[in-house]
């Protein structure tokens, strides 16, 4: 996808990017899985989401998905496994519905977690709270900075929302987690570090897996990043197979790479948080044409996954519901992989998935905040320094279509 981009000094624009300017969100849905329902603004949205929910689910928005409150220590009661879904159906999500939790996991049996996930609509990425139940530690999973491309302006309400539900829970956060270099949003994992210290007393190291340094040099050196602004921002670079402790939770790195090189999952208990080496099953797997992505590993990163115990449950890191999927879903068990998923269900094979890989990556244009992620999220969500001016300025490769001069 770089392969248009220009090597003369002329080929790159500046655009200035807003510190930290709140501003309202615009919410411009992209589609809407309801086929009576065509929708074209956030206020025909609003009123439609409404009439959906209704007759899907006959009550009102303001009652929208409420979930049960468990007690974080519920296992040690035997009260039985409580797992909820909050029902939905479309990206088309009404203002005071965003940046709430969508699916909750309560902790079964001590060693397994209890897991939150706030799907975050504008990158439909999911976002996740893990916690231990016996100390309240807990880790954060692949945040979502706000980011509107038309003016350029960053805020912070997903994130918020993480803080807020970080609170509520009383859980303290000793690692903010990156499962790789997003190239469709901001991580909002330095201002989530910079807030926690603040609220925590303690400030926990963002942490990725180790290859990323090939993935900051590369792109450092592409969009012109000072060394200082991408060297050492990490706290913790993981080894392949490594364990850590989330309190008295084990939890283990596996390398998954394919969609990018530095591409890890974390398996926590009974589940794998996969960032994007796989989707949901009738979506099937992320693109591997960024640079160092590579479908052979993909799909030897897919059989990983779908090699561990039937009922291993795998976090996605985002979720694009096809036209007829009524619900959104951060995870799907190994035997449902294996068995649904379109590009790595069992009989699958390498050349097949390849072939079937490149052809779809050959056709995919890039995406919307490729140039913003990239180079914010080399820098771990740090903001480039101020100009002398005071602007925080960002690059943007041009593209020329038969033009040279
Ligand atoms: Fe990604």
């Known amino acids: 996808m770089f392969a248009r981009a220009p090597s003369s000094k002329l080929g790159h624009s500046i655009l200035p990017v807003a510190n930290y300017i709140p501003a309202a969100v615009s919410y411009y849905p992209q589609r809407c899985v309801f086929p009576l329902f065509q929708v074209s603004t956030p206020r025909s949205t609003h009123s439609i989401r409404a009439l959906s929910d209704r007759a899907l689910f006959g009550r009102k928005n303001k009652n929208y998905g409420q979930i049960s409150p468990a007690s974080r220590n519920d296992h040690r009661r035997g009260t039985p496994p409580h797992l909820t879904y909050r029902p939905f159906s479309t990206q088309d999500i009404p203002e005071e519905l965003r940046n709430q939790e969508r699916c909750r996991v309560e902790s079964t049996k001590p060693g397994e977690p209890t897991i939150h996930a706030l799907f975050e609509p504008n990158t439909s990425t999911w976002q996740y709270i893990v916690s231990d139940p016996a100390s309240s530690h807990a880790v954060i999973i692949d945040t979502v900075l706000d980011y509107d491309r038309t003016t350029q302006t960053i805020s912070t309400q997903s994130a918020d929302a993480i803080r807020k539900m970080v609170k509520d829970q009383g859980y303290k956060i000793v690692m903010i987690l990156e499962t790789h270099i997003h190239a469709d949003h901001m991580t909002a994992a330095s201002y989530l570090q910079t807030k926690l210290a603040q609220d925590q007393g303690f400030q926990p190291p963002i942490s990725i897996g180790k ?71 009738d979506i099937g797997t992320a693109r591997c044409d960024f640079p160092g992505g590579s479908a052979r590993d993909m799909f030897q990163s897919g059989r990983k996954l779908l090699s561990l115990a039937d009922g291993v449950k795998i976090w996605t890191g985002h979720d694009y519901p096809p036209q007829g999927r009524e619900d959104l879903r951060p995870w799907m068990s190994v035997r449902e992989h294996r068995r649904h998923n379109k590009h790595l269900m069992d009989g699958t094979t390498l050349e097949a998935y390849v072939a079937m890989r490149e052809e779809r990556d050959a056709k995919m244009s890039e995406p919307k905040l490729l140039h913003p992620s990239l180079q914010v999220n080399i820098r771990a969500g740090r903001l480039p320094k101020p100009t002398p001016s005071g602007y925080r300025m960002l690059h943007l490769p041009l593209k020329f279509e038969g033009v040279a001069w």
């Open 211 to 281: 290859r990323i340094e090939q993935v900051q040099n590369l792109f450092g050196q592409r969009y012109g990043v000072p060394e200082a602004e991408y060297k050492g921002v990490f706290g913790k670079y993981f080894d392949d197979d490594e364990i850590f402790n989330i309190g008295e939770l084990s939890a283990s790195v596996l390398h998954l790479p394919g969609h990018t090189p530095d591409h890890v999952g974390y398996k926590i208990g009974e589940n794998v948080f996969c960032g994007d080496s796989a989707f949901h099953a």
